[in-house]
């Protein structure tokens, strides 16, 4: 028994020491959060995603609809090679407004979601965390435009390297031709 407490101790330290100084958005309001959202700068410490998809990126598109249960249903609109193609994430809320988990079919494990900082009419800092072979972290640049005010991406930029990204590993990606099809 206390070696499982000290093993559980020990691995929430070491969690809380990845992104446990990162707190969600004072009194966030997810009804202001909704809508359309553009994926205009990610960050991320995966070695093996920089280098061979940076020139492959394209900005990505969302909708957030909440639902009445507080869970967050998100469809994301991203470009492939193969074409456009969407996918439906469903966040289910925690305790603490501003984040969520998500279970990655994927990678078949739960991610955190924390909606670190938005203003809700023009960007979004939001922080995904999971917990693999090592621990990887995320931090994405949304606006609701394809096209955010230079010093919104400085203030994400300085959010990322301040938690440790590599200037490298931050991309601003062009936007994505027809992606989603008109319509949407």
Request: hydrophobic share 35%.
């Amino acid at each position: 028994m206390r070696i499982t407490f000290v093993t559980m101790a020990t691995a929430m330290v070491c969690l809380m020491g990845v992104h446990g100084d990162v707190q969600p958005q004072r009194d966030f309001d997810l009804q202001r959060f909704a809508g359309k959202w553009y994926r205009v700068g990610l960050a991320y410490d995966s070695p093996g995603f920089t280098a061979p998809y940076r020139d492959k990126l394209r900005v990505s598109m969302g909708i957030l609809n909440p639902q009445t249960n507080g869970d967050v249903n998100l469809t994301m609109w991203t470009q492939r090679s193969t074409g456009c193609r969407s996918k439906l994430y469903t966040y289910e809320k925690t305790a603490i407004p501003g984040a969520f988990t998500y279970f990655s079919t994927r990678h078949n494990k739960v991610k955190d979601i924390t909606v670190v900082e938005t203003n809700y009419n023009e960007y979004a800092l939001v922080l995904k965390h999971k917990k693999m072979d090592r621990e990887y972290t995320q931090v994405a640049l949304y606006g609701r435009s394809q096209k955010v005010k230079p010093e919104v991406i400085q203030k994400f930029k300085d959010f990322a390297t301040s938690h440790g990204f590599p200037k490298d590993a931050i991309l601003t990606p062009p936007p994505a031709e027809n992606c989603p099809p008109y319509g949407h």
